[in-house]
């Protein structure tokens, strides 16, 4: 597949990905919204996307936490309303897949003060939760991904945070989707 946007990484905190965690089991990493999450969106420039009139879902493998695998994937039915493509249970023009995965990972943080007699800075290491969402857009009629938006960073657990950065992530990815909002 082509890469048709220059420059297509963005980045965003994906409180998003604390639904491929089990709830609870984050570390925070960062509060701030350049805390370090990538999108990258990939599309075939040949593909035709005001042919797409209908889409369905396509079983992908779903984020642990339900609750916010329930979000991601109503924002995801959302933006795709919002352009005008219309669900439907099977055989739309388009099938939508989403992978979600996520793993521990150890994190190094800068404290801000340097130990006498130590030439480096003094660091506090964590275990943070790093997840990553892929979603694929398919032409039914050939089987070929004409849409690819990943997205991957570190998520911050904190629960009153989950659907904005949800929100916000999903946005990223459609704001580089070839259809304008309807």
Do not use: C
Not at 7 to 29: D, E, I, M, N, W
Not at 159 to 169: G, P, T
Request: positive net charge; charged residues 30%; hydrophobic residues 40%.
């Amino acid at each position: 597949m082509k890469r048709a946007l220059a420059g297509s990484t963005a980045r965003l905190v994906l409180l998003g990905l604390v639904l491929l965690a089990a709830p609870g089991a984050l570390k925070a990493a960062a509060a701030t919204p350049a805390a370090g999450t990538d999108v990258k969106v990939d599309y075939d420039p040949h593909a035709d996307f005001t042919r797409f009139k209908t889409w369905s879902w396509r079983k992908g493998t779903p984020a642990p936490n339900p609750a916010a695998d329930q979000r991601l994937r109503e924002d995801i039915e959302t933006r795709l309303a919002a352009r005008g493509l219309k669900r439907v249970d099977q055989g739309g023009d388009l099938e939508v897949v989403y992978h979600a995965a996520g793993e521990n990972r150890i994190g190094v943080e800068k404290l801000g003060y340097k130990e006498p007699d130590f030439e480096t800075e003094a660091k506090r290491v964590t275990y943070v939760r790093v997840g990553t969402v892929l979603m694929d857009m398919i032409e039914a009629s050939s089987g070929r991904v004409v849409w690819r938006g990943q997205a991957q960073g570190i998520a911050n657990p904190a629960y009153k945070d989950v659907v904005s950065k949800i929100d916000a992530a999903v946005d990223k990815l459609f704001e580089q989707f070839p259809v304008a909002k309807r």
